[in-house]
């Protein structure tokens, strides 16, 4: 079993910064892949960046250059950087951890989530 808790959202301008941080219960937490999604209102979950167990990362087109994500596996701890932020980066952050690493940033493949946090970014 592992427990997610996000943190770090918050309200910014248009080209400000963020930093979210998951940190997650298991003490198997360097064995997942772990990732962000988001979700805005009226949208569909989205995969935003991933993190693999060795720290090989992939992101969606959209924030490509723009966010970052890390892991401190000392920590049991995920980080997603966030810079430049536009007003369509606002929506509930949420961290998940999976064990697969397959084509795609796929809501299918994480099995654990966190209770997300907001993000807005206002013009």
């Known amino acids: 079993q592992v427990q997610l808790v996000e943190s770090g959202g918050g309200s910014v301008q248009t080209g400000g910064s963020l930093r979210l941080s998951c940190a997650a219960s298991a003490y198997t937490f360097s064995n997942y892949v772990m990732a962000w999604f988001r979700q805005a209102p009226g949208r569909e979950r989205e995969g935003v960046a991933r993190i693999n167990t060795v720290g090989r990362t992939d992101y969606t087109g959209s924030v490509q250059g723009r966010f970052t994500i890390t892991r401190d596996n000392a920590k049991n701890t995920l980080y997603l950087q966030m810079n430049s932020l536009k007003p369509e980066d606002s929506a509930v952050y949420y961290c998940?951890?999976?064990?697969?690493?397959?084509?795609?940033?796929?809501?299918?493949?994480?099995?654990?989530w966190g209770q997300g946090t907001q993000v807005t970014v206002s013009s």
């Open positions: 998940a951890a999976g064990p697969f690493w397959r084509s795609g940033i796929r809501v299918a493949d994480f099995g654990y």
